[in-house]
């Protein structure tokens, strides 16, 4: 698949993804006796919403880029993937209700805790993913 039409169909199902998380969310908050929902599904709700948007940033400069086929796909591929990861963590902080801060240690999963070297290392290859990514892309259409 072409690199725009992947970043486009990533669109599509961040942007589903979030109006699903908006019902989830109101049926946190029409639950909950402080109309609160849990902030890890409040931030999937957002998130999802945002990533839908960024996707379609993402499309317009693979669409601008000159590089090669193949280099524009790894970049997108590099940054949906990175966005999708995320967002999952927060689904499932959300669905846990494990904690309101993922960065908090102990980190926190379930009634699991995890190594920091673990946050370290995925927090790296999130910013190399989604940084590196789209400053491929950027460059594709600076040099076009």
């Known amino acids: 698949m072409e690199a725009e039409r992947l970043a486009v169909f990533a669109s599509g199902g961040f942007f589903l993804a979030g109006l699903l998380f908006g019902v989830w969310k109101y049926l946190a908050i029409a639950r909950s006796p402080d109309a609160q929902a849990p902030v890890y599904v ?9 990533y839908a948007f960024a996707c379609l940033v993402v499309e317009r400069f693979a669409q601008l880029s000159t590089l090669s086929a193949s280099l524009e796909q790894a970049a997108v591929v590099a940054q949906v993937a990175f966005f999708a990861l995320g967002l999952g963590t927060y689904v499932v902080h959300g669905l846990l209700r494990d904690t309101d801060n993922q960065f908090a240690k102990p980190h926190r999963l379930g009634r699991a805790t995890l190594p ?29």
């Not at 409040?42 to 945002?50: E, P, T, V």
Request: net charge negative; no cysteine.
């Open 116 to 144: 920091p070297a673990l946050i370290v290392v995925f927090m790296v290859a999130l910013v190399v993913a989604e940084v590196g990514g789209f400053a491929v892309l950027f460059w594709g259409a600076i040099t076009a």
């Open 42 to 50: 409040d931030i999937a709700h957002r998130a999802a919403l945002l």
